[in-house]
Each structure stands twice: as structure tokens, then as C-alpha cells.
């Protein structure tokens, strides 16, 4: 993992991963990574999960997307196939 710069604080496992968002897409950032998640209002209006990651480029060898009914739920899927593809994210 790249230096942390300083803004990494301790994760109360209870919070949720929901938390710790901002902090994943940051780190696969510096990872050369590009990622989103995003809500759309359209599928949640049609009953369909709203939520979802993309991540593609860096060490990805093809883009990867989840989808969810929670903004923990899609994280979580993410952060699953992140991990599947070698990346060792430690959220």
C-alpha cells in the first residue's frame, strides 16, 4: 500500500462499511484506479438496486461494476470483487 499521507483514521468496525467510501475510491486512486458509486433516482423510482460501484483501469485487467440495494450492500459487492481481481483493499 502507498504512504497513507496521513489520512487514514481508525475504523470503528461497527459504523458500517458506508464509512469508509470515500477513503476506498481514495486509496484505489492512488492505486491508479479509477472509480465511482453512484445512487441513480430512476432505479430506485422502478424498484431496481440504485446503487452502484464501478472501478476500471490500473491493475484491473477489465472494468468491474456492483450493483446494490444499499449503499453497503453495493460496497460490499464491490469491495468483494476488488479483492477477487488482486487487489488487496483493506477495508
Known sequence: ???SKGRWPKLDPEIGVEDAVLLILE???EQG???MMRIDAERLGA???PWTFFASGGPLPHGLRA???SAG???GRA???LRD???PVLF
Open 85 to 87: 481481481a488482486g487487489l
Open 33 to 35: 484506479v479509477d472509480a
Open 1 to 3: 500500500m502507498t504512504s
Open 27 to 29: 486509496w484505489l486512486g
Open 67 to 69: 450493483d446494490g440495494a
Open 79 to 81: 469491495l468483494a470483487h
Open 47 to 49: 424498484g431496481e438496486p
Open 73 to 75: 450492500e453495493c460496497l
